[in-house]
């Protein structure tokens, strides 16, 4: 696509690329500020390496004019008149030219790979950082697979750059200065034919690089929604098993692999056609100094030693710039892959931590909403003016029929999001004030949704504790009721879990979850939906559990079966979002409300209505 303005005015997407481009340069460059001295010394080493390296053709000719002039050489001038005498001057120059050349080499190559080694990790461990502080609904939006190919891929994209690319740059630039400056001093009439074909090759470059950017902004893309397809259905692979459905999948990770070599074929097709271009641009230059060089050598108006020189140098000038294409390349790789990773690190974070810090022993665990109200993105009013109570130490069961609002209460407690209107505050403190650490290090969380990381069962049960004995491990584990199922495992509490606890059962990972919150000790347990998926072994063994540990803390269940939660010394009726009413469970069975109503479906003493229809 042509890079100037469409016929309307827009822009091409060339120049929005572009724009994009230099914009995430700028962004890189001011995020590697902490390493400019390191950038500083790398480019150093790069330049000296390069300089060096330009200076054998010069040598050459020192020898061709030492053969040719012999005691009336240039280098007579400067030591030894004997022939001998100044081959060896010239022997130990080359020794030491050579020897410079390969240190600073290894010392650019050194500095540059250490230097894209600790960008990359620190590029990393940044974007990580940031994700990790983005609110839950952020995560809502996006694929797994997506934010994947930004954290590793893109990442690595940046750091195959900074290892070779920004040190090929360099010495080009070294090489056109450095050559450049000696071929006037020898013959300028030849140094500017030789230089004539440079304003054709960087204009190509240029124009490959507006050319080529739109293309490797959709290769990026591209590998994204590869990444998205694949880590979903890794996640899923289960259910594509039981609907036999490998075939279908594996065809449409085939479309978006096709789709990916597609995007990535067209970029490699103009990519490879540009040093061909850019060589038969440097003949040019190539074969003007062989043969204007090689006439003023006739005509006596040029030394056989420049001559020499000028040959040798224009190929030391102009070959490197074959490789322009192949830096670009890189180069267009790496900042599409850097506007991606800059992207990310400025998305905005909606829920700001409080600073308040609550030392985990003071709290008491009353828990209070006042008048809250919320909704999702959607906008769809999920609370209205939700007001309760859950006094320090007490149990409050929160149930109600699917859709109320009862997930939402733990979510908003958690505050993984923030209510449109009221406040919720623990131990009188609004919780939007409290640092993250100190609310939910005070809150220890068991869902239905269990999610246990790939490791051992030890490691899963200590993770709110990682540096906990292995004693008070099995203290949890025991009053979870999970020590013995543990134990016959062949390797007991070092037994590997498989990625999300796949090799364990339902209730299995259930109680571990348990032992894990049990362990942690917090003031305020929350258990969401903790039996609603378990058999009823496994549920009554919870409930044992959870008479132990509910003892003088303040305990918030929410629950579909209502046999889990009669107990409670408080049980909350979510209806439309609102408290529909409240107490214990004689009470509200006196009541004959909505709780009644739930409770006799749910034991199967409720007239079916077809039954007392007339």
């Known amino acids: 696509m042509d890079a100037r303005r469409d016929s309307d005015g827009s822009e091409t997407d060339s120049e929005r690329v572009g724009a994009a481009e230099r914009k995430a340069l700028r962004r890189l460059l001011t995020y590697a500020a902490p390493y400019r001295r390191r950038i500083y010394s790398a480019i150093a080493f790069s330049v000296f390496n390069k300089v060096f390296d330009v200076l054998p053709p010069l040598l050459i000719g020192l020898g061709v004019d030492v053969v040719v002039e012999q005691e009336n050489s240039f ?38 790979r250490n230097l ?51 040190n090929e740059v360099v010495q080009v630039a070294t090489t056109v200065v450095t050559i450049g ?28 690089q507006d050319f080529i950017a739109p293309r490797y902004a959709d290769v990026r893309a591209r590998v994204g929604f590869l990444n998205d397809y694949l880590s979903n259905n890794l996640s ?74 000028m040959v040798f140098l224009t190929q030391r000038l102009l070959w490197p710039l074959t490789r322009l294409g192949e830096t670009f390349d890189q180069y267009q790789r790496a900042m599409a892959s850097t506007d991606r990773i800059l992207n990310l690190l400025d998305t905005p974070i909606a829920i700001e931590e409080g600073s308040v810090l609550l030392a985990e022993d003071e709290v008491a665990g009353r828990v209070t909403f006042d008048h809250v109200s919320f909704a999702y993105a959607n906008e769809v009013p999920v609370l209205d003016d939700l007001s309760f109570d859950v006094p320090a130490g ?46 939910r290090g005070a809150i220890g969380l068991v869902s239905q949704d269990v999610f246990l990381f790939h490791g051992t069962v030890r490691e899963n049960i200590a993770y709110g504790r990682p540096e906990a004995a292995i004693e008070r491990v099995i203290e949890a584990a025991t009053i979870a009721e999970a020590h013995e199922f543990i134990m016959s495992f062949p390797d007991g509490y070092d037994t590997i879990v498989g990625e999300r606890g796949q090799k364990l059962s339902g209730g299995q990972r ?8 049990i362990l942690k000790d917090p003031p305020i347990l929350v258990l969401d939906e903790a039996t609603s998926s378990v058999d009823n072994e496994t549920e ?32 909350v009726v979510l209806d439309a979002g609102g408290v529909s009413e409240q107490g214990n469970h004689d009470d509200l069975l006196r009541k004959d409300g909505m709780y009644a109503a739930l409770w006799k479906v749910q034991t199967g003493t409720a007239i079916p209505w077809h039954e007392g229809a007339p």
């Open 236 to 309: 899923g692979i289960a259910t594509i098993k039981s609907f036999t459905s490998e075939h279908h999948e594996t065809g449409r990770i085939g479309d978006a692999s096709s789709d990916y070599v597609e995007s990535n074929r067209e970029a490699i097709r103009i990519s490879s056609a540009f040093t061909p271009l850019i060589r038969m641009a440097i003949l040019v230059g190539f074969v003007a100094t062989l043969v204007l060089g090689g006439r003023y050598v006739t005509e006596g108006s040029m030394a056989v030693a420049s001559y020499t020189i």
């Open 181 to 208: 400056i000696a071929f006037f001093l020898i013959e300028w009439r030849v140094a500017i034919l030789a230089f004539l074909p440079m304003p054709l090759v960087l204009w190509g470059s240029f124009k490959f």
């Open 394 to 439: 007490a149990t409050v069961a929160i149930v109600g029929s699917t859709g109320a609002g009862k997930s939402t209460v733990i979510k908003l407690l958690l505050r993984f999001y923030d209510p449109t209107a009221g406040s919720i505050q623990v131990d009188g403190i609004d919780i939007r004030t409290l640092s993250f650490a100190s609310l």
């Open 510 to 517: 259930q109680r571990i979850s348990l032992a894990r919150a």
């Open 540 to 571: 009554a063994a919870i409930q044992r559990s959870l008479e132990k540990i509910s003892i003088d803390r303040t305990t918030v269940v929410i629950a579909h079966r209502l046999s889990t939660v009669r107990h409670a010394d408080n049980i």
């Open 75 to 112: 280098l007579a001038g400067f030591g030894p008149t004997s022939i001998m005498g100044q081959l060896w001057l010239l022997a130990g120059l080359t020794i030491a030219v050579w020897i410079f050349e390969s240190l600073f080499e290894y010392l650019a190559k050194l500095t540059w």
């Open 116 to 166: 894209a080694q600790d960008i990359q990790h620190g590029l990393r461990l940044d974007a990580y950082q940031h994700v990790q502080s983005l609110e839950i609904a952020y995560f809502e939006d996006r694929s797994t697979g997506g934010l994947m190919a930004i954290l590793n891929d893109d990442v690595n994209q940046l750091e195959r750059f900074l290892n070779d690319g920004a």
